[in-house]
Structure formats: C-alpha cells, structure tokens
C-alpha cells in the first residue's frame, strides 16, 4: 500500500460524456502527478500540481483539467469523452517538487468510455 | 531526460539472482537513474534510485557502471511475485520546473519461472 488513494477504481460511461478522478496523496507529500497508460502508448505523463499550484504539464489533451485542493487532494476532469480516452489512470505523490525525491503511485482507476 | 534502452523480456528461474540490464550512455551528469516496476496493472512501485555509486536496500541493488553509460538492477532471489515490467528511467536530481516527471519506457517485462 503506497498511501495514496483513487476514486473510483473502475469507471464506464460513455462518448461525450464527461468524469471526474480523485487522488489523494500520501500524508505530507505536497506534489501530485497524474499518468495515463493506455494499451498503444504506454505510461505517460499528463499534469503535475505542487501545493496547489500547476507546476508541469505533458501530453493532457485540452478536455483534460486538473485541479489540487488546499487540502492537497487532486481531481482530474475528462470531458466530451471519446473511445480513444479508455485507459488507466494514475496518480502520483512525492514530498516535494521531485529532485531525487521518489514518486509513490496509487492503484489507478480504469476508465472504459463506450 | 536521457534515453534509456531496456531488453523487452528475460526469463529467470525463481530463486537465482535475476539481472536486468539497462543502456543509458547519453545520460548527464546530473541525472540519477531510478527503477520502478508495475505488477499486472498496478500503480508503478519505486524500488530504487542511484547517482554514481552502487545502491543496496531491501529490495534490490543497483550497480552503475564507472562510466555511467549502462546500469543493471539485481533482484538477489527472485519470488514469482517479482514478475512483473521493470523500467528504468534516467531524471535530472535537482528539482526545477517542468524536469520532475517520470518518463516511461517500454521497459522489460520479467518472468520468474518455477
């Protein structure tokens, strides 16, 4: 067990439609990171907040948005969903903003939009 | 980030000292070279990061060459529950925007065989 939590852990809906993930980091990690790892491009980095604040972005889509709480949890938003955005999600957690610190990742949430 | 090239499968026997080698050679001096591996589909599990010098922990050791141009992370007595994909990713230690996410690979996916 990382420490860090996502809700839910299984999500299905459909195109067009749009879902919310939550992450919650460990105690005391103040940087959250999200991945996407799909079947055809493997583990990528999206969208990284550190204390509220966005900090580095990757390959987020424009219908993608996230957001960190003050109480340091973090949503990602999906919108106007397509058959393409069928992955795992994950989150990540670290103390602080990286240097050699370690990243702890939670279980994912699977995400099928049909 | 320095390119890392990783063999995409190897086989060990369960018990024996599984090695899994990783290519590194345009690697900086500031970078460290961290593993992580995914069981299934898991979140990432960090196991262990280095700079110059070999690193043990209860998990596994990480030997550098002198050069820094290759690694190879030694799981001393492999358990079928160490089958899993194992990445190694090189990243810049000292914190600054925009360097703190972790960029995946293909890496190697491993097989303990009874």
């Known amino acids: 067990d990382s420490g860090v939590t996502q809700t839910p852990k299984h999500l299905i809906t459909a195109t067009g439609q749009r879902v919310t993930l939550r992450c919650s980091p460990r105690?005391?990690?103040?940087?959250v990171y999200w991945y996407q790892q799909s079947l055809d491009q493997g583990l990528q980095f999206l969208i990284q907040?550190?204390?509220?604040?966005?900090?580095a972005k990757g390959n987020i889509l424009e219908r993608f948005s996230a957001q960190q709480f003050p109480d340091l949890h973090s949503e990602l938003n999906l919108s106007s969903l397509e058959l393409g955005d069928s992955a795992l999600y994950f989150c990540?957690?670290?103390?602080?903003?990286?240097?050699?610190?370690?990243?702890?990742f939670g279980p994912g949430t699977r995400l099928t939009v049909l | 980030d320095a390119k890392t090239t990783q063999p995409p499968s190897m086989d060990c026997a369960e018990g024996r000292a599984a090695n899994l080698p990783c290519n590194h050679s345009?690697?900086?001096?500031?970078?460290?070279v961290y593993w992580y591996r995914q069981i299934h589909s898991q979140g990432p599990q960090y196991i262990i990061h280095?700079?110059?010098n070999n690193e043990t922990n209860e998990m596994a050791s990480l030997i550098i060459t002198e050069d820094r141009k290759s690694s190879t992370l030694i799981l001393p007595h492999a358990t079928l529950r160490d089958t899993a994909v194992y990445y190694c990713?090189?990243?810049?230690?000292?914190?600054?925007?925009?360097?703190?996410?972790?960029?995946f690979g293909t890496g190697t996916r491993l097989t303990i065989i009874p």
């Open positions: 990540a957690s670290s103390v602080k903003g990286g240097g050699a610190s370690e990243q702890f």
């Open positions: 105690s005391g990690d103040l940087s």
């Open positions: 990713i090189v990243r810049v230690g000292v914190s600054n925007f925009g360097n703190e996410k972790l960029t």
């Open positions: 345009t690697i900086s001096g500031n970078e460290y």
């Open positions: 280095g700079l110059k």
């Open positions: 907040y550190y204390n509220g604040e966005e900090r």
